[in-house]
């Protein structure tokens, strides 16, 4: 009977991750139902988007790609921004930071890309790992040194708090208990975040495997997040 049981529980879960690999199955939908203000953040990867489409979808902002490194521009980006800024939705723009790279030359590369928009959401910068980095992780000492100085760049010329995006292992490395100036936009996929520093989040990356209408890009599904709290404040978040 144990085996059995066991059997059928290994079945279950191997179903359940099958679903989430499709985007069948979203483990987090019935949490993310909790909060009312939803949005999408979108790269390259998503190709040509249909703007209101996505809007009619129940899409309330939009975060594009804009730069990564000191020299990186996304290839949709201008297009992305000039089209979104045409329907409703909230808009703002995220930069991948790469460890390779000094921050002063990275905010350079946002800073001369994306211009100063007092509607706009404030400006990201994603704080992920990439290719070894995760089995390989650069000191916290040189992350930290690199990450404030561009923070502290995009801070005086965009005159807003800036928005760390960052994973839960990424956040426990180099961002837990530092940079109280910035907002989180923390990324989990399974269940919803809690910071091991006891700090709120302001949005979280619910799920990377959602699927919606209007977009053609090589990238078949798109990430949806959510925003801490109610539409009121949403609507006065970053002024």
Not at 2 to 20: P, R, T
Not at 38 to 45: I, M, T
Request: charged share 25%.
């Amino acid at each position: 009977m144990v085996i059995y049981l066991l059997i059928f529980l290994i079945s279950v879960i191997l179903l359940a991750v099958v679903l989430w690999y499709q985007g069948i199955f979203i483990p987090n939908a019935s949490n993310a139902k909790n909060y009312p203000v939803k949005g999408v953040d979108v790269s390259a990867y998503q190709g040509v988007i249909e703007w209101p489409q996505l809007q009619k979808q129940g899409m309330q902002f939009a975060i594009i790609k804009a730069t990564e490194g000191s020299n990186f521009v996304d290839r949709f980006f201008e297009q992305n921004r000039r089209n979104a800024g045409n329907t409703a939705l909230r808009i703002g723009a995220y930069h991948f930071f790469s460890y390779d790279s000094a921050g002063k030359t990275q905010a350079q590369n946002f800073i001369k890309t994306v211009p100063v928009d007092q509607h706009a959401l404030p400006p990201v910068i994603d704080v992920e790992f990439y290719g070894d980095k995760e089995k390989n992780p650069p000191a916290r000492i040189g992350v930290e040194k690199e990450l404030y100085a561009m923070v502290g760049m995009l801070e005086e010329h965009y005159g807003q708090r800036v928005i760390l995006y960052t994973t839960q292992k990424a956040y426990d490395l180099y961002i837990k208990d530092r940079f109280d100036q910035c907002d989180i936009w923390i990324r989990d996929v399974f269940r919803e975040p809690s910071l091991p520093d006891k700090r709120t989040w302001t949005f979280w990356q619910y799920t990377d495997r959602e699927q919606l209408d209007g977009y053609s890009g090589d990238e078949k599904f798109i990430d949806i997040n959510i925003f801490y709290s109610s539409e009121k404040e949403f609507e006065e978040y970053g002024y």
